[in-house]
């Protein structure tokens, strides 16, 4: 699934191809909105909201998307649209066409009440209001639960996905397993995670090593069975969560101890 970087980028893409010019073309290709038609409207702005994205048009309108696992957004100079049967959304203008493809959720709602698709997010990593005291007190909430959990829990804070779920908690030495009221310092654990989303959000190569070769972009994620790149220990991976929704975490069982080392 697309991270808070990916979508914050996408959302920058689609602001600058979008934003301040009129509609030409409206295609939604989902059956609940095949019937509207956005054309001779401003597009305001597109912005993220952690994973969701934004696209703001006149009238008190706005289109939210969500990438889920597969959804895509590309950017082309208009002509004839290619077909494709995972394309849900177009969105034109005279200079440039917006692509939407396997978007997990294409809906319309009013501007005003965006709080209804969005206001359930916790502080956004990548957002102007971005609050680390807030996200903290959030994730505190709940002591007992895996901090491997929590991290993704988008109500906690918005943006951190699997993959930099995996990198964080390596980096801070933190089993994936460890319940949150037992994190050491878990203001640094939250603003690491920031600076790292910071960091990637202008490209679309997600580097938490340092290092761009591929192949030695991650620390753990991934790399079950491979030698840790610290420790020469094998990345142990195991599903985290409750199914259906669990997820794969990855872990090095030296430099992430399950319990503290004193």
């Not at 294409?106 to 359930?120: F, I, N, W």
């Amino acid at each position: 699934m697309p991270e808070g970087d990916i979508v914050w980028l996408t959302a920058q893409r689609l602001h600058r191809a979008l934003a301040g010019r009129t509609l030409t073309g409206s295609d939604f290709r989902v059956p609940r909105l095949a019937t509207t038609d956005l054309r001779g409207r401003e597009v305001r702005e597109a912005l993220a909201r952690g994973k969701h994205l934004l696209i703001r048009v006149e009238g008190d309108l706005t289109v939210h998307t969500h990438l889920r696992m597969d959804g895509s957004w590309r950017i082309r100079r208009p002509g004839r649209v290619p077909p494709d049967h995972r394309l849900r959304l177009v969105l034109a203008n005279t200079e440039w066409q917006a692509l939407g493809y396997s978007l997990g959720v294409v809906e319309l709602v009013r501007t005003s009440g965006e709080d209804r698709v969005v206001g359930h997010l916790g502080p956004d990593l990548l957002g102007p209001d971005w609050d680390p005291a807030e996200a903290v007190r959030l994730l505190r909430e709940r002591p007992e639960r895996a901090i491997g959990e929590a991290l993704l829990d988008q109500t906690r804070l918005a943006g951190i996905g699997n993959l930099y779920k995996a990198e964080v908690l390596f980096l801070r030495g933190v089993h994936p397993w460890r319940p949150t009221g037992d994190v050491p310092d878990l203001e640094e654990l939250v603003e690491l995670a920031r600076r790292i989303l910071d960091t990637n959000r202008a490209r679309y190569s997600q580097i938490t090593t340092g290092a761009d070769q591929r192949g030695r972009e991650h620390w753990v994620y991934g790399r079950a069975g491979r030698p840790c790149r610290r420790c020469g220990t094998l990345i142990e991976r195991a599903g985290q969560g409750p199914g259906p929704y669990d997820r794969i975490t990855f872990w090095c069982p030296r430099c992430q101890p399950a319990a503290p080392v004193l």
